[in-house]
């Protein structure tokens, strides 16, 4: 990455930023909060999967939580690090669960093009973490 012009390196800038909110507020806040309030959406996919639903509220909570620290300054990098192998082993257990229960391809590959996107932020916050 040392000879990216101006333009390219805006772009990875720009990309780090956009996937960064994306798993920070979709996945983590949003998410988190869809999790510790439990609609009925949830309840469904959790008596679907296996799961008790006291397992949501606190993976609800660590996505909130998780969401905030991913969004930290550099200077919080510790706190960063946990919430993106939180995160990432939160899409590595969905993607299997739904396998597990023979769920359709879709249910499966999303968990891991999110692993994708999550592996993309954290490769590219040493150079444009603020």
Do not use: C, R
Not at 85 to 106: E, R, T
């Amino acid at each position: 990455m040392k000879n990216l012009n101006l333009k390219q390196l805006l772009s990875l800038k720009g990309l780090y930023f956009l996937i960064t909110l994306i798993i920070a507020l979709l996945v983590g806040i949003m998410g988190g909060i869809v999790d510790i309030i439990q609609p009925q959406g949830v309840v469904d996919i959790a008596n679907h999967l296996g799961y008790p639903l006291y397992f949501f509220t606190l993976l609800g909570v660590f996505k909130v939580l998780g969401g905030i620290a991913i969004l930290l300054p550099k200077s919080f990098d510790k706190a960063k690090n946990i919430a993106y192998y939180g995160f990432g082993f939160d899409f590595i257990f969905a993607s299997y669960s739904h396998y597990s229960v023979n769920d359709p391809f879709s249910n499966i590959i999303v968990p891991l093009v999110l692993l994708v996107l999550l592996a993309t932020s954290y490769f590219l916050k040493e150079k444009f973490s603020y």
